[in-house]
Each structure stands twice: as structure tokens, then as C-alpha cells.
């Protein structure tokens, strides 16, 4: 997988290494003990067809309400990881023109705060280009992941701070499917994804779906994603038992933090199988009309037995 983070406009930026770009990495990822200061470089090229002037700065990221991995916006100050982040003398951002086709190594340092907290900090490393566009100006970014875990006493914590189910009918009045909200909670100082597998049971825990299984992005400390999950083919039997287990998980390129959390929780449902219902309805009513009918007409050829008895008979005293 290549490095570079590309913009169709004409901007790219990668992690840089011998002043080329570090194929080996997609990211910056770094452990660090407090007060430590790691040098860097970032390279930046210009892919368009006229000349770009350029900004590289550093900046905080959080997790946006779908759970995707963002950052601030260019006019918000940073006040985690990417105030930790300076170019030469010390400066917050810098600027360069780039020709078509120029790239520039873009070195940089990361000082963490004697106090800064254990854990992991995440942020990005943005080139930015302004680009007229009509009246207005463009603000073209492109970044690449930035990750600095401060050493110290790690805390892995996700868990499943709610959870409540629903039940959405088919067609097929002997099939369904069962929803389920839950509320993760990254309760921890470490980046970590997870792997749910949700299933339904029903009374005495007969299983009535098979596995569910989602993969969750990766949520950073401190963030809280609500999310809906579908268990499919669940008939209507009355008492559900829906139940989600969760794995936490860690990004190939992250450092291992050790041992990671699991958890689970449940929630009964109560389904009323209209459509059996219904079913069984219909079926007694065609059963209870057959056996109205047949009961009529045995009556009437007992009647009509009866009647050609006493007809033969009459004829006989006729006769």
C-alpha cells in the first residue's frame, strides 16, 4: 500500500525518508516518554500543473458522529498532539511555493509536555493549498495520521454503556429482523477498534439467527459512538434474547498496548407473531368451515336417505 496521501488537484504528501517517500509507513506512529523530542520529515509535492504555494501545520483529531477519523478545521487551534508538532525555528506551520511536479522534505519535530498525560494522542501532519474558485477560495487539504503514545500506565477500556433492541417484521410471517442499539464507550487512554458478533436466542437459549458479525473503526480515547447492528432470518417466537459480544481490536500499524477488553451485554425482546396468528386464524376458520359442510351435508343425505325410504315406501301401499 503506498504512502502518499493524494489530492486530484495537485497536492500529495507522504512520511518522508532519505528524502523520498517511506513506503514503509502511512502513517506517523510514535511511543514517547514524557519531555522527549523526536525529529521527523514529511514530503510534500505539488502533482498539478501550476505552481502551488503550500501550508504544513499539525493539528488534534477526534472521531465525527459516524465514527470516522477527522480533524480540525484549519481555522481551529489544536491543544493535544498538534500543538506538540514545530517546523524550523520552532514555528507552529510553514509555508513553500512548489513548481508542477517539485516536492519538498519537510522536516519537523514532536515535543510531548513533561506532563503530558499516558496514552494516545492522535492527530494529523496537513499540507494545505488555497486555490481561487470563482469568488471564494478553495481549502485544499490532504494529511497523514499522526499517533504519539506517551508512556506511563496504559488503560485499554471499551465497553458497551447501553444497548436496546427492536424487532422489524417480514413478509414471511415466520421471519424478521431483530435491531440492535448499543453505545460503545472508549473509557480508555489507548486507540482501539473493535469486532462485534451479535446473535438472538429464545427460550431456555435456543438459538434463533446465526452470527452477526461487524467490524467497528477505530475509536480514540475519550470517544462515544452510538451505532445500529441487524440480525437477520429471526422469526416471531414471542420472547427474544438478543446479545452482542464485543473484541477489541488495535490498527496493524499501532503499538501494542497488551491485553485487550472484551465485553457483552443483552436484552430481551417481546415479539407478537401477528402473522402466525393470523395464519392459525385463517387455518381454524377454513378448518371449522370444512367441518361445517361436511356436517351439512351429511345431514342432508341422511334427509334425502329419509325421504326416498317413505317415497318407496308410499308406493308400496299404493301398489
Given at each position: ?16 525518508a ?120 478553495l ?23 447501553s ?18 442499539t ?67 481490536t ?63 315406501r ?6
Amino acid at each position: 500500500m503506498s504512502a502518499w496521501a493524494a489530492d486530484s488537484d495537485g497536492i500529495a504528501g507522504a512520511p518522508s525518508a532519505d528524502g523520498g517517500v517511506d513506503q514503509s509507513r502511512s502513517r506517523y506512529s510514535y511511543q514517547m516518554d514524557p519531555g522527549q523530542v523526536v525529529s521527523d520529515e514529511y514530503l510534500v509535492q505539488n502533482t498539478g500543473t501550476t505552481a502551488q504555494s503550500v501550508t504544513v501545520y499539525a493539528t488534534d483529531a477526534f472521531n465525527a458522529g459516524d465514527g470516522a477519523f477527522s480533524l480540525l478545521d484549519g481555522g481551529v487551534s489544536p491543544q493535544d498532539v498538534g500543538r506538540w508538532v514545530t517546523f524550523d525555528n520552532g514555528a507552529a506551520q510553514i509555508t513553500a511555493t512548489l513548481e508542477p511536479g517539485a516536492s519538498q522534505v519537510i522536516p519537523f519535530t514532536v515535543t510531548t509536555p513533561a506532563d503530558a498525560s499516558p496514552g494516545d494522542h492522535a492527530g494529523g501532519i496537513v499540507v494545505s493549498a488555497l486555490s481561487p474558485s470563482g469568488q471564494i477560495s478553495l481549502d485544499r487539504r490532504v494529511a497523514i495520521r499522526l499517533y504519539v503514545r506517551v508512556k506511563g500506565e496504559l488503560q485499554a477500556g471499551l465497553t458497551i454503556s447501553s444497548i436496546a433492541s427492536s424487532y422489524q417484521a417480514e413478509l414471511n410471517p415466520f421471519s424478521g429482523t431483530t435491531a440492535l442499539t448499543v453505545t460503545l464507550n472508549n473509557t480508555g487512554n489507548v486507540a482501539l477498534g473493535a469486532t462485534t458478533v451479535s446473535r438472538v436466542r429464545g427460550i431456555f437459549g435456543i438459538p434463533l439467527s446465526t452470527t452477526s458479525r461487524e467490524e467497528i473503526p477505530e475509536m480514540l480515547p475519550g470517544s462515544t459512538r452510538t451505532l445500529t447492528m441487524t440480525v437477520p432470518g429471526v422469526g416471531p417466537w414471542v420472547y427474544l434474547n438478543a446479545q452482542i459480544n464485543l473484541s477489541a481490536t488495535i490498527d496493524a500499524q499501532a503499538i501494542n498496548p497488551g491485553v485487550l477488553p472484551t465485553a457483552s451485554r443483552e436484552t430481551d425482546l417481546i415479539v407478537v407473531p401477528w402473522g402466525a396468528l393470523i395464519i392459525l386464524l385463517l387455518a381454524g376458520l377454513a378448518w371449522f368451515m370444512v367441518r361445517l359442510t361436511r356436517r351439512r351435508g351429511t345431514q342432508r343425505a341422511a334427509a334425502w336417505i329419509e325421504y326416498s325410504e317413505a317415497e318407496a315406501r308410499r308406493k308400496a301401499r299404493e301398489e
